[in-house]
C-alpha cells in the first residue's frame, strides 16, 4: 500500500512520529508523500532525506547536560532560544539539500504572522523550512523569510492534510499527537531510567535556582502557561482541521505521553508511537 503521511504539531510529542514511521515500513507500508507541521516537518524532513535514523540515535544518546547545552539562549527579544546548535547538528545529518531533491514528495508547514497566513514549503531550503515550521512563539526566535516572519505551522495549521488530497498515494493517514488516548505503559530498560533520573535532577536544580529569582507563590510557572495555552489552541485547530479534511485513517497518540518542551524524553515518546501504530495496523 502506497500512502500519503500528514505528521501533526505538538513539540516534543512529535518524538512519536518516528516510532510510527518505523513501524509503517516494518508493515511494508510504501510512504511516497509526507506533509508536516512543527516537529511533524522535522521527523518528516528527516526521514525524507533518510537522516531519521541518526537523528533518533543522537537524540536517544544525549545526556542531561547535551540536553540543556542544546538550548542556546538567545539575546533577540522575539524568542528565548536560538536553535543555531540542534541545525548545526542537523547540518552534520542530513547536510544542504533542497526540497525538491527529495526522494518523495514533501511539505513543511510554517506561519506568516506579518501577513497572517499559512506558507506551504514545498520547494527550497529543507532546514530552513524546518527551521520555519518549528518556531514555537516566544520559545524560538521566528524566521525572517522573503519578506515574512514565519512561526510554528501549528498556530495555523496543526494537521496539514490539505497539501496531500492531490497525491497519487492509496490512502491517507494522519498522526495526531493529541489524542485523548490514555498513556500506554511504556517498560523502560534500566540504561534510560538512570538517565531520566539524572535529568530530573538537573531540571530541579534549575527550577530552584529559578525560584530564587523569580519569587512566584503561584501553582503554575510561566512555561507552564506557554505549554498549556498552546496545547489549548493546537487541540482546539486539530480538530477543526480534521473536521474540515478527513483522512482515511488516523493514528492517535496520547496527548499525556508528555508536555510540549519535553525534550528530554525522547524514548518513551518514540515508543508511544511504536505502539499506537502497532494497534493501527492490527486493526488495519
Known sequence: MKISLVLGSGGARGYAHIGVIEELQKAGIEIVSISGSSMGALIGGLYAAGGMEAYKE???????????????LSFDKRGFIRGEKVFAKLRQIIGEIKIEELPIKYTA???????????WFQEGDLLTAMRASISIP?????????????VDGGVLNPIPVAPTMSDHSD???VVNVY??????????PSKERERKKRL???????????????KDDTKFSMFDIMDMSFDTMQRALTRYRLAA???????????????TYDFHKAYEVIEAGRIAAREFLLRL
Open 171 to 173: 490512502k491517507i493517514i
Open 109 to 119: 508547514i510554517a506561519t506568516d504572522i506579518k501577513h497572517n497566513k499559512e506558507v
Open 138 to 150: 516566544s520559545f524560538f526566535t521566528p524566521v525572517e523569510f522573503k519578506d515574512m516572519l514565519l
Open 200 to 214: 530530573e535532577k538537573t531540571k530541579t536544580k534549575l527550577k530552584n535556582q529559578l525560584s530564587t529569582l523569580i
Open 58 to 72: 543522537w537524540v536517544l544518546g544525549l545526556d542531561v547536560w547535551d540536553v540543556v547545552g542544546l538550548f542556546d
Open 179 to 188: 489524542g485523548d488516548a490514555p498513556k500506554p505503559q511504556i517498560a523502560i
Open 245 to 259: 479534511y478527513p483522512p482515511d485513517h488516523l493514528i492517535e497518540i496520547s496527548k499525556d505521553i508528555c508536555g
